[in-house]
Structures are given as structure tokens and as C-alpha cells.
């Protein structure tokens, strides 16, 4: 289960990854936390609510097609509203009701602490990724294994469930890597899906090469995506 705040974050940060699970059997469900109604352009003239329903309902629609791209089984929209997301205890519930709906084995977030080191397409760090990361870890544990947490959720059926591994994107330290050398082109193709966001890069491909490589090389790899991994 890979969750984050926006589209595309997970394309970015560990669609390699996804992919190479993918292949192996895996099956991977993405949850995206906002509505994704909050990535126009820079430029954009008009922010209003219609402006900002054609938006989400483009970036829905590439995220989708992203995940076709990838093999990924199912994408959720928890609809919470773009650029405001805050670690709610909404949220949080939001969060266990699908853990222990689905059950994962490994989840994937996001980090909830700014990595100072600068680093391609991270020298700033969005406030929604960081809610989206700080609420999951706390949905993670205690309270998904805990069924003294959201009790009424037992009476859905939802049995209180442990995640045994969870790997964070983007956090001060890495501590594992997985090799992406197999996957790359597809986590290439995956991000030009999301054209709204993305098109306007024209060195898109070369960056996040240099990225792989970089992050690789570090754990004597050739391309890579790395998160720091702990076991729960």
C-alpha cells in the first residue's frame, strides 16, 4: 500500500519500485490522501471551484493511467482537500479503515521531516506530504494493530491488522535501496503520464536518471530508489 498526499508523488518517489513488485507477484494499492485539486499552473488566471474540479478531475484521471502503466491494482481517493491537508484524526481513521481493509504487508509513505540535504526535485518540501506522512505512520502504529483504537471499526468487520514493513520516501536518512535498472522505463513512462504536471519539463528523463544513479551509487547499485525501511 503506497500512500501520499498527491498524483504523481508516488511516480517520483517509488514508482520503480512498484513496478519491480508488480512483476513479482505483488499486488499494490495506491491511496492518494487530497483531492488533487490544487496542481494547476503557475500562471493560472482563475482558482475558483470550477477551475479547481477540472483540475482534480484531470490529475484523477492521469494518477489512474499511471497506475495502469505500473500494474498497480487499485487507486483511492481519500478527497481531502489539496494544499491543506493537515494530520487529522479524520485522517488517521481514513488511513486504518484501508489498512485493515486491505491488509498490506509493506506500506510506503511519505517522510513527516524536511530533509535539509539538497537533492533533485527536493530543494522545498510541500506541508501535504508531510501531513500525509505523519498521518500514516500514525495509523500504522498504534492504531491499525490496536483495537482498542476506533473501536466502531470492528463492528464494520475490520479486525485490527500489523504492517510488518514500512519504507518512507524522501527522509533525513535512507537506509535501503531497491534496484530500478529493470523498471526504469516504466517508471519513466508512469511520470510522462501525468502530463498536467510534468509536460513542461523538457529534461524530465535526464534528471531522474541522474537521480537513480545517484541514489543507487550510494548502496553500490547502478539505478535506484531508496526510503528509509524499519520493520514493525
Same mark, same amino acid.
Given at each position: 500500500m503506497v500512500v501520499m498526499a498527491h498524483p504523481d508523488d508516488a511516480e517520483f518517489g517509488c514508482a520503480g519500485t512498484v513496478a519491480s513488485w508488480v512483476r513479482a507477484g505483488w499486488r499494490v494499492h495506491y491511496v492518494v490522501c487530497t483531492d488533487a485539486s490544487g496542481g494547476g499552473g503557475d500562471e493560472a488566471t482563475e482558482c475558483g471551484q470550477e477551475a479547481r474540479a477540472r483540475i482534480s478531475a484531470t490529475r484523477k484521471a492521469e494518477q489512474r493511467a499511471a497506475a495502469d502503466i505500473l500494474g498497480v491494482s487499485e487507486v483511492v481517493f481519500l478527497d481531502q482537500p489539496d494544499g491543506l491537508l493537515q494530520p487529522t484524526i479524520e485522517l488517521r481513521k481514513q488511513l486504518v479503515r484501508l489498512l485493515r481493509r486491505l491488509r498490506p504487508t509493506t506500506v510506503v509513505c511519505q517522510s513527516p521531516e524536511r530533509s535539509w540535504v539538497p537533492q533533485l526535485f527536493l530543494p @522545498? +518540501?510541500?506541508?501535504?506530504?508531510?501531513? &500525509?506522512?505523519?498521518?500514516?505512520? &500514525? /495509523?500504522? +502504529?498504534?492504531?491499525?494493530?490496536? %483495537?482498542? #483504537?476506533? %473501536? #466502531?471499526?470492528? /463492528?464494520?468487520?475490520? @479486525? %485490527?491488522? @500489523?504492517?510488518?514493513?514500512?519504507?518512507? =520516501?524522501?527522509? %533525513?536518512?535512507?537506509n535501503h535501496a531497491v534496484d530500478i535498472g529493470d523498471t526504469f522505463?516504466?517508471?519513466? &513512462?508512469?511520470?510522462?503520464?501525468? &502530463?498536467?504536471?510534468?509536460? =513542461?519539463s523538457a529534461d524530465l528523463d535526464d534528471r531522474m536518471r541522474e537521480l537513480a544513479a545517484e541514489r543507487g551509487a550510494a548502496f553500490g547499485m547502478g539505478l535506484a530508489e531508496t526510503f528509509n525501511r524499519t520493520e514493525n
Amino acid at each position: 500500500m503506497v500512500v501520499m498526499a498527491h498524483p504523481d508523488d508516488a511516480e517520483f518517489g517509488c514508482a520503480g519500485t512498484v513496478a519491480s513488485w508488480v512483476r513479482a507477484g505483488w499486488r499494490v494499492h495506491y491511496v492518494v490522501c487530497t483531492d488533487a485539486s490544487g496542481g494547476g499552473g503557475d500562471e493560472a488566471t482563475e482558482c475558483g471551484q470550477e477551475a479547481r474540479a477540472r483540475i482534480s478531475a484531470t490529475r484523477k484521471a492521469e494518477q489512474r493511467a499511471a497506475a495502469d502503466i505500473l500494474g498497480v491494482s487499485e487507486v483511492v481517493f481519500l478527497d481531502q482537500p489539496d494544499g491543506l491537508l493537515q494530520p487529522t484524526i479524520e485522517l488517521r481513521k481514513q488511513l486504518v479503515r484501508l489498512l485493515r481493509r486491505l491488509r498490506p504487508t509493506t506500506v510506503v509513505c511519505q517522510s513527516p521531516e524536511r530533509s535539509w540535504v539538497p537533492q533533485l526535485f527536493l530543494p @522545498r +518540501y510541500h506541508p501535504d506530504h508531510l501531513a &500525509a506522512g505523519q498521518a500514516t505512520l &500514525a /495509523a500504522i +502504529y498504534p492504531a491499525s494493530q490496536n %483495537p482498542w #483504537d476506533f %473501536p #466502531d471499526l470492528l /463492528a464494520e468487520g475490520l @479486525r %485490527p491488522h @500489523r504492517v510488518r514493513e514500512v519504507l518512507v =520516501m524522501g527522509a %533525513p536518512h535512507h537506509n535501503h535501496a531497491v534496484d530500478i535498472g529493470d523498471t526504469f522505463g516504466l517508471k519513466l &513512462a508512469a511520470l510522462h503520464a501525468h &502530463a498536467s504536471q510534468v509536460g =513542461m519539463s523538457a529534461d524530465l528523463d535526464d534528471r531522474m536518471r541522474e537521480l537513480a544513479a545517484e541514489r543507487g551509487a550510494a548502496f553500490g547499485m547502478g539505478l535506484a530508489e531508496t526510503f528509509n525501511r524499519t520493520e514493525n
